[in-house]
């Protein structure tokens, strides 16, 4: 009888434990996060309280008007055609790296690409197109911690 009465009381602590440390994250910035515009890619740094144990996916969703520059067969640049662009970039943080529910961090989204040059404005194929800056209009955060979204933000 003792024996199953400890098994239950066991039980009963581990699913008060959980329980509450599911409903004791309550993920937010310390401070507001910095942008910077890199000119390809985006970057955001911030600092993250209120996390429980656990890896964090932090993922950057940024979205823009991309311009880009034609290289011609005789080796002469002209503009191409401006267009939206969507990139992302994600990091992870391990556990051991979260400190009393603390955590810094920065994730740079990834340099965009031209599929082709005549996708990229370029007059045919026959030319070489490059992506030369990304005006961002849009950053989110989202950041995952044990397969769940614990916080989404727009930055910018």
């Not at 790296?97 to 026959?126: D, H, Q, Y």
């Not at 490059?130 to 397969?147: I, K, M, N, P, Y």
Request: net charge neutral; proline share 4%.
């Amino acid at each position: 009888m003792k024996k199953h009465i400890s098994s239950s009381i066991a039980i009963i602590a581990t699913v008060a434990i959980s329980i509450f440390t599911v409903h004791a994250a309550n993920v937010h910035f310390k401070s507001a996060p910095k942008t910077t515009d890199n000119g390809t890619t985006a970057t955001v740094c911030a600092t993250l309280t209120g996390l429980g144990n656990g890896d964090l996916t932090i993922t950057l969703i940024g979205s823009g008007i991309r311009s880009t520059s034609c290289l011609n067969p005789a080796g002469n640049f002209a503009p191409g055609n401006p267009g939206q662009v969507a990139v992302g970039g994600v990091t992870t943080v391990p556990a051991s790296e979260i400190k009393n529910g603390n955590v810094s961090f920065c994730v740079t989204t990834e340099s965009p690409e031209c599929a082709s040059a005549n996708a990229c404005g370029c007059p045919n194929n026959n030319w070489a197109a490059t992506v030369t800056d990304v005006d961002f209009t849009s950053l989110t955060l989202v950041v995952e911690q044990g397969g769940k979204v614990v916080l989404q933000q727009t930055v910018k």
